[in-house]
């Protein structure tokens, strides 16, 4: 019975992960929904998935839903403000489970204004490389 109550309990808990994160694909776009998040200043200088030294001046970011060396568009639903960044790095695994579907360098989520709140809720659309608008 303990171990009924134990799953029920984690599949009640997922299921607001589950709501936030929507992830739609067609022919000619990928489009995710979710949470978007910010490189510590600490993470400065450290490896990423590409092997390239992560700099938080840069316009990159950190994203399990995209293929390393695309880019992106992200926009931030509450202003409306978007910026381009190219995906060099993945999250962690707990990030996902959490609703975060990119991890932003420091510059960009200056961009989309959202340093003092921490998280935002955001749009996530794949663009050709070298889009700069």
């Not at 989520?109 to 889009?131: C, D, M, W, Y």
Request: glycine fraction near 4%.
């Amino acid at each position: 019975m303990k171990i009924y109550t134990t799953l029920i309990l984690c599949l009640l808990f997922s299921i607001p992960v589950w709501a936030q994160l929507q992830t739609k694909d067609t022919s000619s776009e990928k489009v995710a929904y979710g949470i978007a998040s910010f490189y510590s200043k600490n993470l400065d200088s450290t490896r990423t998935a590409t092997g390239e030294i992560f700099l938080n001046s840069k316009m990159t970011a950190a994203s399990n839903h995209f293929k390393l060396n695309s880019w992106v568009r992200v926009t931030n639903l509450r202003n409306g403000k978007s910026v381009i960044v190219r995906i060099n790095d993945r999250m962690h695994k707990r990030m996902v489970l959490r609703g975060r579907v990119v991890d932003l360098s420091r510059s960009a989520a200056e961009k989309l204004n959202f340093i003092s709140s921490g998280l935002v809720r955001v749009k996530v659309v794949l663009v050709p490389p070298g889009t700069t608008e």
